[in-house]
């Protein structure tokens, strides 16, 4: 992390978590300050992104995270966020400055894992951070996906229960049918 003068943090995230068979693809928009003190995707303990994603796929939530990480790969999915790098303080989407934004190098992503052909954004930020900054690209090089918002399973978005979030993200295990 690099400070600016005026103390606000600029930060940047974790590279994509992508085995080559990949069809599905996550995207979150930058982790939070818990995931980037331990170098994790969603390392907040009340974050349910985890819960869900094992609750979808059977397996214990117990496992540590390289187990976790070895559930969505053998499940064909990628998880990754769309900004490279933002400036913020605090841990909330809110917080990020969007003149800061820089997006991922999806063209690239995309052109190294062909078969991913189904998007979920976990939240609206992530949502609205693709479409401005990385669907123009996209568009030009003539990719196109299925692209669907998820509810955000951060903490801070408690206007939907665990059990609601989990019938909306359900979706994601659908489209492997």
């Known amino acids: ?10 930060i940047s995230g974790f590279p994509p978590i992508a085995a080559a068979s990949a069809e599905v693809l996550i995207l979150g ?15 907040h303990p009340r974050n349910a992104f985890w819960p869900i994603i094992c609750r979808l796929f059977g397996a214990q939530l117990a496992a540590g995270y390289e187990a976790r990480l070895a559930l969505i790969e053998a499940n064909h999915i990628a998880l990754w966020d769309v900004m490279h790098r933002c400036e913020r303080e605090g841990s909330l989407d809110a917080a990020i400055k ?9 063209v690239g992503f995309f052109a190294n894992h062909p078969s991913i052909r189904h998007l979920f954004f976990n939240g609206a930020q992530a949502e609205a951070s693709f479409k401005r ?3 123009p690209l996209l568009s030009a090089e003539g990719w196109v996906f299925e692209m669907q918002r998820l509810p955000s399973t951060s903490p801070a978005h408690a206007a939907l ?4 979030k989990l019938a909306q993200w359900c979706r994601v295990r659908d489209v492997m049918a």
């Open 133 to 135: 900054h990385v669907v």
């Open 29 to 43: 928009s930058m982790p939070g300050k818990a995931s980037l003190d331990v170098c994790q995707y969603y390392a």
């Open 161 to 164: 229960s665990f059990e609601e």
């Open 1 to 10: 992390m690099e400070q600016y003068k005026e103390g606000a943090t600029v």
């Open 98 to 106: 969007p003149s800061t934004v820089v997006a991922n190098d999806f």
